[in-house]
């Protein structure tokens, strides 16, 4: 009875986390969509756009490599770019280690392979009050993944025939999905005043250094000041 109830209870947090996952899904289709246009548009057939959702699987990422590649840049500026741009994933992944220290690294490696922006805000929402389960976190991850893959293959069949995708507002859907998952995370003044002093430095940043580092040190920066900030008023 007891592996029984135990397979029920793996059930339950599956589908939790296929829940969790939806409005993450909501987002997806559409921007996955428009970035299978846009990579048949730059040059890719249909397996390789929907090669480059299975294992690079990072939204803005595969967005700016198909953008350089349809630009003739070489390979190897597309890879170091794209590094640069996904290096907030190692902030991510140190945020969640707290939450899932007690797993095995294998089962951590495959967590890490499908950490988004999208899947780990809901995460770190969810284990701010909830346990950390495996099987919630694969439930959420997967559901987001094969969501991703399944726009990108859509997107891929249409190709040329849509035209601009910013003509559906397709290209405001990434900063709609963020904001989305932003205010998810705003509980209170402090988290309100963290996120403002976010934006503030992100912008700062991006006007004196051009490039993609205004995110990573933002984030790091805010984080800080958080941390800071929440040692400050535990004291009274």
Known sequence: MQPQNEVMRRDVKVWQGVRAALPIVLGYLPLGFAYGVLAREAGFNLWETVLMSVLLYAGSGQFIAVSMFGSGVAAAAIIFTVF???????????????????????????????????????????????????PYHFGLNLTAHFSWVLASLLGGLAGNLMGDPARFGFNFALPAMFIILLVMQLKDKQTLVVAALAALFSVVIALLWPGSWNIILATVIAATLGVILEAWTGKF
């Open 84 to 134: 640069l741009v996904n290096l907030r994933h190692l902030l991510f992944s140190a945020s969640l280690v707290p939450h899932l220290r007690r797993f095995r690294p294998a089962a951590l490696a495959l967590l890490a392979a499908e950490i988004t922006d999208e899947t780990f805000a809901v995460a770190i929402n969810h284990y701010s009050d909830h346990e950390a389960h495996l």
